[in-house]
């Protein structure tokens, strides 16, 4: 049967068959996963979704997941949880929260990334795991690694305080410490994944890990009876969460038919001391004057910190 997923450069469009690889050999910039949207309009339906336990795996044909695929565990399907209070201290009529605090295996949002990872992992027939980190990813990778049997060896930079991977130790995973910032661990991790031809998921599987975001947006937008949001703030890491839901998400639901309104307006919010993403204070003051709605500029200004709306 052909697959319905492939990868493909976000920059110049060129395909490639599934592989673990993250970059284009053409223009080196990242491959993403595609789908065969035709083939996916056939199969695909909101009804079929709203018959299955509720946890990201309800969402499988919107995944790159190998065929035949059986999940080792629920993951996802973690609360929306309306704000009044700090709704109404905001000037926000309808504000909530997604709850992935209390995401398994690790309470964090990684599990989702992990997952769909190491669904890749063993499809690619790979027998050691792992992934440069600083915390979170870290100890998602060791819980889910441990579960399925992986040997798993995580890459953190030496100054990390040890209580972020007090549970990667706990789970048995290799903690590996590289004297130098996330930056050297990560270029490290790609020579790595090369040479002893490990699934490292943020690294050569990182195509397949950014799938497990759209998870997120999937969930929101049926929490709200397949409406989309208007404004999502998303708290941004390396980038990965937002530009999967603005990409492909919330897009891809208003295409099947599961959303009702077209696609929403995502902000991304980092800690003002610690915002790579957003450049320096005056592209973050400009990202934030351009958000549409009033409310919206005080809510995004206060994740970014004031003075910055
Ligand atoms: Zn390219």
């Known amino acids: 049967m052909k697959e319905i997923y492939f990868l493909r450069c976000r920059e110049c469009g060129k395909k490639y068959p599934n592989q673990p690889q993250s970059y284009c050999e053409e223009c080196f910039a990242p491959l993403e996963v595609s789908y065969d949207y ?11 979704v709203s018959r299955r336990a509720f946890n990201m795996w309800r969402y499988s044909e919107f995944l790159p997941l190998p065929q035949g695929f059986t999940p080792s565990q ?10 009044r209070k700090l709704g109404e201290h905001l000037g926000v009529k309808n504000l909530y929260f997604k709850n992935d605090a209390v995401c398994f295996p690790s309470l964090s949002f990684k599990d989702r990334v992990v997952a769909t990872a190491l669904a890749a992992a063993r499809r690619f027939g790979f027998e050691t795991i792992g992934c440069s980190s600083t915390g979170n990813l870290a100890n998602a990778v060791a819980a889910q690694g441990a579960q399925q049997g ?6 953190i930079p030496a100054d990390l305080e040890p209580a972020k991977i007090l549970n990667t130790a ?5 903690i590996v410490r590289i004297n130098g910032n996330y930056d050297h661990v990560n270029r490290l991790c790609t020579q790595i994944a090369d040479k002893f031809r490990w699934g490292l998921v943020n690294v050569n599987l990182r195509p397949y890990y950014a799938e497990g975001s759209k998870t997120h947006g999937y969930e929101i937008a049926e929490q709200l009876g397949w409406e989309l949001p208007d404004n999502v703030v998303v708290p941004m890491a390396g980038g990965s969460a937002g530009e999967v839901l603005r990409r492909s998400g919330h897009r891809m639901l208003a295409d099947r038919g599961c959303g009702e309104t077209g696609a929403a307006a995502i902000y991304t919010a980092k800690a003002e001391h610690d915002c790579p993403v957003a450049g320096d204070r005056e592209s973050r003051r400009r990202a934030v004057c351009s958000a549409p709605d009033s409310r919206i500029r005080r809510l995004v200004g ?6 910055d709306h």
């Open 74 to 83: 629920p993951i996802g399907g973690t609360p929306l949880v309306k704000s």
């Open 38 to 48: 035709e083939a996916l309009r056939q199969t695909a339906s909101r009804e079929a």
């Open 150 to 155: 992986f040997d798993t060896c995580v890459f």
């Open 170 to 174: 706990v789970y048995g995973a290799r």
């Open 302 to 307: 206060r994740c970014f910190g004031p003075g």
